[in-house]
Antibody
Framework: QAHLVQSGAEVKKPGASVKVSCKAS????????MHWVRQAPGQGLELMGWINTGTGKTKYTQKFQGRVTITRDTSASTAYMELSSLRSEDTALYFC???????????????WGQGTMVTVSS | EVVLTQSPGTLSLSPGERATLSCRAS???????FAWYQQKPGQPPRLLIFGASNRAAGIPDRFSGSGSGTDFTLTISRLEPEDFAVYYC????????FGQGTKVEI
């Protein structure tokens, strides 16, 4: 059974960076893409970007270009999302989610991590 | 970028009633790449419908999806207490976007 487990909650000061991990189990890690989606308190879902875990190729939403870096460690079946230059508006619940991918075409997000709360406060 | 607009923002209904949720795309999209998700407080989203009308594994048949082009609908035939949640539409494929969500409340 496919499962994604994320790292724990983080509290960061403005200007700092945060790195969240997402460990996959129960399926061949490099056969699926991994996405990062965030949700500010009381708000909707916001796509940040994704990584083709097989090739390492990434694609970022324009809003986060230059501030987000998504990587993976295939030996550990783990994906990472690092967000830099944090500001208060980055306070949100961050999710990883798996999807099928064929030649850069993404399919549904069928397995989700439990979410990692990142709080940015001075 | 394809913008998805969901309506209504909030739907106030009672258990046993029928819920009809809409999602309109800013341009025509393939129904093969359209999905609905359900999210309850403190939980990640859960895939309900993919390919516009196909139920995901374990989803009860009171949930159904329809639509094509720019207009898509999620119908819950008879609301159960556990169905009160927020629902998001999504288009995927070569790009991905979510709608802003519809809250189904009692």
């Amino acid at each position: 059974q496919a499962h994604l487990v994320q790292s724990g909650a983080e509290v960061k000061k403005p200007g700092a960076s945060v790195k969240v991990s997402c460990k996959a189990s129960g399926y061949p890690f490099t056969s699926y893409a991994m996405h990062w989606v965030r949700q500010a308190p009381g708000q909707g879902l916001e796509l940040m970007g994704w990584i083709n875990t097989g090739t390492g190729k990434t694609k970022y939403t324009q809003k986060f270009q230059g501030r987000v870096t998504i990587t993976r460690d295939t030996s550990a079946s783990t994906a990472y999302m690092e967000l830099s230059s944090l500001r208060s508006e980055d306070t949100a619940l961050y999710f990883c989610a798996r999807s099928g991918v064929i030649r850069e075409v993404i399919y549904t997000f069928d397995v989700w991590g439990q979410g990692t709360m990142v709080t940015v406060s001075s | 970028e394809v913008v998805l607009t969901q309506s209504p923002g909030t739907l106030s209904l009672s258990p046993g009633e029928r819920a009809t949720l809409s999602c309109r795309a800013s341009q025509s999209i393939s129904s093969n790449f359209f999905a609905w998700y359900q999210q309850k407080p403190g939980q990640p989203p859960r895939l309900l419908i993919f390919g516009a009308s196909n139920r995901a594994a374990g989803i009860p048949d009171r949930f159904s999806g329809s639509g094509s082009g720019t207009d898509f609908t999620l119908t819950i035939s008879r609301l159960e207490p556990e169905d009160f949640a927020v629902y998001y539409c999504q288009q995927y494929g070569s790009s991905q976007t979510f709608g802003q969500g519809t809250k189904v409340e009692i």
